[in-house]
């Protein structure tokens, strides 16, 4: 598995390809998520992305600077591949992000979390910072990483 992190502008044409149909699968196709999924904040982010070792991209997620989204440093458009969940895959994704951030910004993080996965971001370090709200017609809870 190989692990990349890259902000907007230095992503080929090949990697932001891989990385956009992925999130298409996911989001638009699989989730019927019916809002812009593309929008203003993608060359602003840094990009985080896993390889298989046979090369298709299975995992993405963005990571955006403080102050862009929210106060906070901020990780979304977290997407796994269906064959790729329950292998670790998004654990070691975000862990890495984590990683990224504490490094780069030393900052709280904050996310825009499905609720069916509120679980995995608390066992991240996350806490539920907000009632249940609907974002693209899906329950979400807001949660920040200290």
């Keep these: ?18 990385v956009l ?3 298409q699968a996911v989001f ?7 809002c ?5 904040l993608d060359p602003r ?7 298989a070792d046979d090369g298709p991209t299975v995992a993405c997620l963005r990571i955006l600077p403080p102050g862009v989204r929210y106060d906070e440093a901020s990780v979304g458009r977290v997407a796994v591949a269906a064959a790729w969940r329950r292998r670790g895959v998004a654990r070691g994704m975000m862990r890495a992000a984590l990683e990224y951030i504490d ?19 608390e066992s991240l370090g996350f806490e539920v910072v907000s009632e249940t709200y609907a974002e693209a017609g899906i329950p979400h809870r ?3 990483r200290r």
């Design 21 to 23: 149909r992925l999130r």
């Design 142 to 144: 807001s949660m920040l």
């Design 103 to 121: 490094r780069t910004w030393s900052a709280p993080v904050r996310i825009s979390s499905q609720e069916y996965v509120v679980p995995f971001y």
């Design 28 to 34: 638009y196709l699989e989730q019927r998520v019916d």
């Design 1 to 18: 598995m190989k692990l990349r992190i890259e902000p907007f502008d230095r992503l080929t044409a090949g990697e932001l390809f891989a």
């Design 45 to 51: 982010a840094v990009h985080l992305w896993c390889a």
């Design 36 to 40: 812009e999924e593309l929008d203003a």
